[in-house]
């Protein structure tokens, strides 16, 4: 009596991550090797089975360049289990979400998340633009939910992006923030803004990119140079469009869009016309670029 630990101040433990896509997996890495034990949860076995393969391979690459023992390599494989049962989580602390970027799939979700998980487990979102207030409103804890937004590829870049709910708890905030520094991250925070801070900015300007290639501005190639070396960009808008998914690229517009309710966030025709035709980008081989089957590098 007395001498537990306030909520706010409970280290994280045990953590479950929703979907081993990419950003699952990567985020079950980062948490796995902070030494918590993980939950990677899919209906998907298969993208169970892909997931560690990626993950074991990522964390061998710091293995090889001597940034990580073998051991504590192994050890952080080892930490993560694979489920396709939710039932599982009822004893983590934290959940991340990292499904299909819809609304109504993540609601549905975060009501079953809500009935199973203990009460004091927090619910976090990696939505790339969803509120997080109408998400947390699904839910009987809403000070509990909270945007966590990480970046592809989640190991690699440095930053996650907090969102607080209407109703997010400054325990549960000050928990997240703690967790996210634990894994290696540098915080922002935003408020439940459409596209918060970074895809507020970021998708605009991939919208352009495809919007001076639709009206003949310029050939592909030459708008990503221009932007890689004029800017010192990593990846040109295109390329990194491609990179991320246009159909993720076009639902952040669409939410951008109806959200902040101003024409320069409608979508560019030819990024709707490359989604509807099923070119979402380096995951299904074909975006803006054709990608090889067994080459990352980009084909005009
Ligand atoms: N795990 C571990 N290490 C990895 C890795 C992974 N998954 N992916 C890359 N790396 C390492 C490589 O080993 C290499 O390390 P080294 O420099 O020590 O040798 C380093 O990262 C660079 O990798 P590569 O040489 O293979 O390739 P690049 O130099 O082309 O870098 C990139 C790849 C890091 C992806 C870089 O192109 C980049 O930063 N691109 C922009 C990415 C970006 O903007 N992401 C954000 C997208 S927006 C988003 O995600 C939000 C969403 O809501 C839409």
């Known amino acids: 009596m007395g001498t537990q630990a306030a909520p706010a101040t409970r280290q994280i433990a045990a953590v479950a991550v929703i979907g081993a896509g990419q ?62 049962d939710v039932q599982e989580l009822r004893g983590v602390d934290l959940v991340i979400e990292a499904i299909v970027e819809s609304e109504d799939v993540k609601k549905k979700l975060f009501v079953e998340l809500d009935k199973i998980t203990k009460p004091s487990a927090i619910l976090a979102s990696n939505t790339s633009s969803i509120s997080i207030t109408r998400l947390a409103s699904a839910t009987s804890r809403p000070s509990q939910v909270i945007g966590m ?22 325990g549960v905030f000050s928990q997240v923030k703690s967790f996210s520094e634990r894994i290696g991250k540098v915080v922002i925070c935003s408020q439940d803004y459409p596209g918060f801070i970074v895809n507020r900015i970021l998708m605009p300007m991939i919208n352009e990119a495809f919007w001076a290639l639709y009206t003949g501005v310029a050939t592909k190639e030459d708008i990503d140079t221009g932007m890689k070396l004029g800017t010192n960009h990593p990846m040109g808008p295109l390329q990194l469009a491609d990179f991320i998914g246009l159909d993720v690229c076009l639902s952040v517009l669409r939410v951008l869009h109806n959200g902040l309710g101003d024409n320069k966030y409608s979508p560019c025709p030819l990024l709707v016309q490359y989604v ?20 990352s590098s980009v084909k005009p």
Do not use: W
């Open 23 to 84: 950003m699952g997996s990567g985020i079950a890495q980062l948490a796995a090797a902070a030494g918590c034990s993980v939950f990677l949860l899919d209906s998907d076995p298969a993208a169970l089975s892909r997931a560690v393969t990626s993950i074991s391979s990522s964390l061998g690459r710091l293995v090889a360049k001597g940034q990580l023992s073998q051991a504590a390599c192994d050890d952080s494989v080892k930490r993560i289990k694979c489920v396709s």
């Open 149 to 170: 937004h990480f970046f592809n590829p989640p190991p690699i870049m440095k930053l996650v992006e907090i969102i607080r709910g209407a109703d997010t708890s400054e």
């Open 276 to 295: 509807d035709a099923g070119r979402l980008g380096k995951k299904r081989g074909q975006g803006v670029y054709s990608y090889g089957r067994s080459s």
